[in-house]
């Protein structure tokens, strides 16, 4: 598979080293100041660039038809935006806040224990994320799907940095040194807590599911998830 590479930082090298690792290629390495990008060449991009660029390097690549995979955080906003071209042009576009296997779990089994929780009427949630400090966004995206989970599955109306009110959630971000990803959700009551949480040992997960993405996009048309992928449903 001929993959086109937006945003060449943390993710997008190891993104590199996977892709060849499982026997494909890298046909353009795009980063700050692009200059002419060779659409002609790739099959597929992947986009692990910078929140300000994501919707021009996604749009961009839908026009001239080349399926994409977005992991690029923060410009979630313009979510509609994106997937509305995508019908237009009739193209392939997946995004997802997190790409390992693991996160894609921990978003499943988030939404089951908001749904029995909220049932009891007895505790309060809270969402802790940690990563390194060089990330840009606050809170991470992945804070902000499973923030989105427990709304679909509880009371809770919203979220916030921070403690706000009883149908809100907070969500509190940390950064750390290199700490590649980690999410907690505690729930809290009166007389005792409920904690599942996700730790990434290193960006690896991320970037392997990234690539099985580009791999199963190939040949389709419409805008997915990583639900799509990954066969997670329950017997
Ligand atoms: N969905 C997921 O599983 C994951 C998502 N991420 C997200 O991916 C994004 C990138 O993360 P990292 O690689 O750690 O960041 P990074 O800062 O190491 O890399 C971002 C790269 O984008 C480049 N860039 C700037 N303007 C650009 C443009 N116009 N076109 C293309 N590239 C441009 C920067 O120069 C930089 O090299 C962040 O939004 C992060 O939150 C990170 C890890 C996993
Ligand atoms: O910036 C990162 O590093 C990460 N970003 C994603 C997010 O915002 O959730 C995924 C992962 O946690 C690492």
């Known amino acids: 598979m001929k993959i086109a590479l937006f945003g060449y930082g943390k993710m997008g ?6 892709s060849l690792e499982r026997g494909h290629q890298i046909v353009a390495r795009i ?4 200059g002419e990008i060779p659409y002609g060449e790739m099959e ?3 986009d692990f660039s910078v929140p300000e660029s994501a919707v021009t390097n996604i749009k961009g690549c839908l026009s001239k038809g080349v399926p994409v995979i977005s992991g690029t955080t923060g410009w979630l906003e313009r979510f509609g935006e994106v997937s509305d071209h995508c019908e237009k042009v009739k193209g ?8 390992s296997l693991g996160v894609n779990i921990f978003f499943e089994l988030n939404r089951i224990l908001a749904s029995m929780v909220d049932k009891t ?4 949630v809270g ?3 940690t990563h390194h400090i060089h990330k840009l966004d606050t809170p991470s995206g992945t804070a902000i799907t499973l923030a989105e989970g427990i709304i679909e599955n509880s009371g809770y109306k919203k979220w916030a940095l921070d403690k706000e009110g009883p149908e809100t959630i907070p969500i509190y971000s940390h950064r750390e040194g290199e700490v590649p990803g980690t999410h907690v959700i505690t729930y809290t009551g009166g007389v005792d807590e409920i904690r599942i949480s996700h730790e990434a040992f290193s960006r690896k997960g991320f970037a392997l599911g990234a690539v099985v993405a580009a791999e199963w996009i190939l040949g389709k048309q419409g805008v997915f998830s990583m639900k799509d ?4 449903g329950r017997k």
């Open 13 to 18: 090298r190891m993104i590199d080293e996977i």
């Open 31 to 34: 980063d700050e100041k692009p």
């Open 44 to 46: 597929v991009a992947i």
């Open 92 to 99: 392939a576009f997946l995004y997802a806040s997190n790409f």
């Open 121 to 124: 009427g007895e505790y309060e």
């Open 127 to 129: 969402i802790d994320e």
């Open 229 to 232: 992928v990954l066969n997670l």
